[in-house]
């Protein structure tokens, strides 16, 4: 090899956001990309919204450095970053790769259309959540029961290091689809400028929309950077989508309203957790007919890379997505998945450690489900 790009994609956990067209189109132009001696190793980061919040940017961080200790130190890297949201624009919407937001337009009220729109009211109903659970939690030494703002202005403070309020201020909804991707390209290139660790390597970054109706990205960036790899798997992407009809049928599930089988909280580290793996398992251990492909619309995925560490927070979207997928998609079964089984026993440590992710497994009654990537590849080998 030549050359390593590291690719981190930051989407949302929406059940809608992941097919097998897309996989196979990753699978293809890597493939291609290592014919050039050019080695492309994909991290994918999600929570709800595409938001770079600071666990999102630590997250970066610690992917990239993961990419660099595991890498020839001879080898030149290239680091991209990917950020996606997704929503549903309207027929008379300029839907060429690479577009603009003001010839882009969002259908009002599509199923189609981010839940993070309403982050803030998802923000409230945890709110109301807490005070009427009223948790014991300590202060200083000292229990503190949460039962009104300012107590869990209390609680922000002390386990997630926020001094505010926590709806509309620590979850926020989205202000404008159009604009949302090339805001939070903004909030991270102000967030890397200020870090000289992430300063030093020139990380190149894109923003677009993917448009679950026509299932292909738009980027609202001008299309700059040029990224060839993105650029070209994208491109295999709209190829697929319309001109292969099984490709179509494959895909109506990321047309319809979102409505998946089961939750699933990874690391973002493909070689530690599969979407796709996990998928098989639940569709296998609840007796569901499939052919092995991945489907949109089956797992509402949330990931990070600190998710194996017990003793720090999750971060506020990754709250308010996993709230959301209990609440109002009904997900009380949520699988958990390491690499191994210590990893995976970690993820679940942190779950419980979290006082507001623990409330929210206690108070909905969610099936937390073990597994872990080694067993499963065991399992399909």
């Not at 709110?127 to 939690?137: D, G």
């Not at 052919?291 to 949330?302: A, K, Q, S």
Request: hydrophobic share 40%.
């Amino acid at each position: 090899m030549t050359e390593k790009q590291v690719h981190i994609l930051i989407g949302c956990a929406d059940a809608r956001d992941l097919s097998q067209v897309q996989l196979d189109a990753i699978d293809k132009v890597t493939a291609e990309f290592r014919d050039m001696s050019i080695e492309v190793e994909l991290h994918v980061i999600r929570a709800a919204g595409s938001f770079v919040t600071p666990d999102i940017v630590m997250d970066i961080k610690r992917t990239i450095e993961q990419a660099q200790r595991a890498s020839d130190p001879l080898l030149p890297i290239s680091y991209y970053i990917h950020i996606q949201t997704h929503g549903h624009l309207t027929e008379d919407s300029n839907d060429h790769y690479i577009s603009h937001v003001h010839d882009l337009k969002i259908v009002e009220g599509s199923p189609l259309n981010c839940g993070m729109l309403g982050a803030s009211g998802v923000g409230i109903e945890i709110e109301q959540m807490i005070v009427e659970e009223k948790p014991v939690i300590t202060i200083k030494g000292r229990a503190v029961v949460v039962d009104n703002d300012t107590k869990i202005k209390y609680l922000l403070q002390e386990y997630y290091a926020y001094d505010g309020y926590l709806a509309g201020d620590w979850i926020k909804s989205i202000d404008l689809l159009r604009t949302h991707p090339r805001h939070q390209r903004t909030v991270l290139e102000k967030a890397i400028a200020v870090d000289p660790e992430l300063k030093m390597l020139r990380i190149q970054i894109t923003c677009g929309i993917m448009d679950y109706a026509i299932h292909s990205l738009i980027r609202v960036d001008d299309g700059d950077p040029s990224v060839p790899y993105w650029d070209t798997v994208q491109t295999e992407i709209r190829k697929h989508t319309q001109n292969d009809r099984s490709a179509k049928e494959m895909l109506i599930n990321q047309s319809a309203k979102q409505k998946p089988l089961a939750g699933l909280l990874c690391m973002s580290d493909p070689r530690m957790s599969s979407r796709l793996l996990a998928a098989n398992y639940y569709m296998r251990h609840k007796n569901i007919q499939h052919t092995g492909d991945y489907l949109p619309n089956t797992v509402f995925n949330i990931t990070g890379s600190s998710f194996d560490i017990p003793q720090t927070p999750f971060g506020p979207y990754v709250i308010a997505g996993f709230f959301y997928a209990v609440k109002h998609l009904h997900l009380v079964d949520q699988m958990v998945m390491g690499y191994n089984e210590d990893q995976t026993d970690r993820i679940i440590k942190k779950i419980k450690n979290d006082p507001i992710m623990r409330m929210i497994v206690q108070k909905f009654d969610v099936n937390l489900i073990a597994i872990n990537q080694l067993e499963l590849q065991q399992e399909e080998a």
